[in-house]
């Protein structure tokens, strides 16, 4: 049962265009996102999150929208540049059995491209 | 500043053989975590701890075990290696578990690559 899902396993985008990175998820516990990105032979390094008190964040070329009665959110990178190529994980946050505590689920990641 | 080191970065196991992933960070962090990660299905999260002798089970714990017995260390125990481990494993901490924008980010470490045969 996959919480958080990213159904577009890879993207191509032409170098100054928008990129648009797409993530469901079906449990409504879910009360923090995040984005995390990924070069080969590297751990993921966190881009940018938001909580589900809002619905847009915004940090320079990366935006990421929230919409929870879709339970959808997207991040969008303007404009896409070469080193933005990667894969990109969304994850969410649910409240874990200790209290207090939360733990994060990923999706699957999607392959971004960026085109020269 | 040497974040999250995880050791080895590769290991080739039997199956049934036993060992242990070490993940040492240097940041005081409460919260650490074990990721694996296998092609399409992201990364799922093995076992957490929000502290020294506090630990909890993820969405994937079977044949996994762990203990924190220090706030710097979060070993990942394979006590009978199956060839369904075989995958790459990733520690991740941070400050506090997410609660707010900027307050959850998990930093990883850069992975240890497990083959079991």
């Known amino acids: 049962d996959q919480q958080v899902k990213q159904n577009s396993p890879s993207l191509s985008v032409q170098e100054g265009r928008i990129s648009i990175l797409n993530c469901d998820y079906t449990?409504?516990?879910?009360?923090?996102f995040l984005w995390y990105k990924k070069y080969p032979a590297e751990g993921p390094t966190f881009l940018i999150s938001?909580?589900?008190?809002?619905d847009k964040n915004e940090d320079g070329r990366f935006t990421v929208f929230l919409n929870k009665s879709a339970k959808h959110l997207s991040l969008h990178i303007v404009p896409s540049q070469p080193g933005d190529s990667a894969v990109y994980f969304c994850?969410?946050?649910?409240?874990?059995?200790?209290?207090?505590?939360?733990?994060?689920?990923f999706g699957q990641g999607t392959r971004l491209t960026i085109n020269p | 500043n040497a974040g999250v080191t995880q050791t080895p970065k590769f290991q080739v196991l039997k199956t049934g053989q036993s060992m242990t992933l070490q993940c040492a960070q240097d940041m005081n962090h409460e919260y650490m975590s074990w990721y694996r990660q296998d092609p399409g299905m992201g990364l799922r999260l093995i076992h957490y701890?929000?502290?020294?002798?506090?630990?909890d089970q993820g969405e994937v714990p079977n044949g996994y075990n762990v203990s924190r017995s220090t706030t710097e260390d979060f070993p990942l125990r394979l006590l009978s290696a199956a060839p369904s481990q075989t995958s790459v494993y990733f520690c991740?901490?941070?400050?506090?578990?997410?609660?707010?924008?900027?307050?959850?980010?998990?930093?990883f470490g850069e992975g240890s690559r497990l083959t079991v045969l």
């Open positions: 449990n409504s516990m879910f009360d923090y």
């Open positions: 991740a901490s941070s400050y506090s578990p997410p609660l707010d924008e900027n307050t959850g980010e998990l930093f």
């Open positions: 701890s929000v502290g020294a002798g506090i630990t």
């Open positions: 938001i909580s589900s008190i809002k």
């Open positions: 994850a969410a946050s649910a409240p874990g059995m200790i209290q207090g505590a939360q733990k994060l689920v």
